[in-house]
């Protein structure tokens, strides 16, 4: 926790409602996000319960599995969620784009992607269970299933996995978005509480922050939002339920299964577009858009995979694909930071209170000055910046500016209060800088070691030469009926 984050969270304490720690919002809202809030049987790895899906708010789609013991239930229910989640995907693929690459070759990229909306990062974790669990299932051969499921887990598969590569927003846990947001008078554990969450972020009428969320710690009037179940419920609800069922699998009994999960759902269903109402009040900063176009490529690309064919995901990487995986991570956790602090005041006091960004007033700068001679001459303005920040930096260093995209410079001297800084990019191609490149006196500036510029991974070899320390290059991939048998818990 930073110093800004537990200070806000005193005064939200003080205050009785939670505290703004961003200026704007760091993530993608789509303008028909699909909602998926999901319920598994307590006491298994993966059996799924229950379901509330819909991209409609008034009109959710309820998916109830009475017996999730059953294993042609539990398939059942798979195909019911592909009926909804698959229909939703495929049509945008419908409406393209042309773009160009860097080479100047085009290619086509779809003009927007889908989202989905779970309430929390476990039920994203549940989420990427149900995708193994389904992705490999056959529609002949043993244990045969609906077509579309397993077209459904390379897509769970999919979403999963982009919703730990930190800035997208393909799947979004929205107590995660939410605490990016907004500090509470609680702990990080219990924000991961939605209930609790959103009432100290909006309380109701006539109550503060704190009780608000002493009310969401009672499962009778907010149920868990999943996917494990309050286990008071389990044992006087849903167990009766479900023997009943057992006993006489009617429609009846099917009702009585399905009423009592709404109960449990409808209170999250409800929690969550209050949620994306919350955050869509919240002005986009000027980067999100840059990071869903790279979420778009990253959907248009499995769409051709798909289409052409491609085999599913791979039970477990190889070495080479792990280590190209983690270094994706870490290179998108590094970004991500960078432009948030970019984007966001806020977000920079952070690194202004350690030292490694400052904001100043500009009191001088040479817009002129070069470095070298003859053709060797390179222009290099000077700009000295007067700082109350503790900066923490030496000669040499080199900074960017949320100010100017592009625009870099070096640390020349540090003298007192005041940084002498050579601008070495963003001054256009001519022999002068561009009007506007060169910070001028009385000029309010921010200059930060944090820069977004991209590094590429180290290189790795290709899968097939993966070295014998490694477990040698791994085996080919080549569909039989043992991936029918992988068992959901």
Known sequence: M???????RLKAVRDGTAQRITTVRHCHLAPRPMVFVPLQLAGEALAPLAAMVGTDPDHPRLLVVPQPRNRDLRFAFAAELAEVLLPYVEGFAKTTETVERKSGDPYERCLEAPQILVPNRSAAAFTGLLGRSTRFRRADGPYPVHPSV?????????????????????????????SAHWATGQSALEDANLAALVGWIDPPAGMDGRRAAEEAEDPLLWPPAGPATDPGFDNEV???????????????AVERVAQALRTQLEPTWRLMWRAVELLRALPEGSRVAGRWETDRGSFTRFLELIAEGGPPQARRDGAVGAAARLAALERARASYDVQRAYDDPLVMAEYRLTGEAFTGTVVSADPENTEGEGRSRKLRPLVTVRTADPARLTPGAVLGSPDRRGHAAEVVEV??????????????????????????????????????????SAALPEPERTPWTHGGPPEEYVPDDDDAREEWS
Not at 433 to 456: C, I, K, M, N, W
């Open 150 to 178: 397993p077209l459904l887990g390379r897509w769970l598969t999919y979403f999963a996995d982009r919703s730990r590569r930190p800035g997208s927003c393909l799947m979004t846990a929205m107590t995660e978005a939410l």
């Open 2 to 8: 930073s110093t800004l984050t537990a200070l806000a």
């Open 415 to 456: 003298d007192g209060d005041e940084i002498t800084l050579k601008v070495t990019k963003g001054m256009g191609r001519g022999k002068v800088a561009a009007p506007g490149a060169v910070p001028e006196p009385g000029e309010r500036v921010t200059y930060t070691t944090l820069t977004d510029d991209f590094q590429s």
């Open 238 to 252: 849903l167990g009766p339920a479900v023997r009943a069922y057992e006993e006489a699998p009617t429609a009846r």
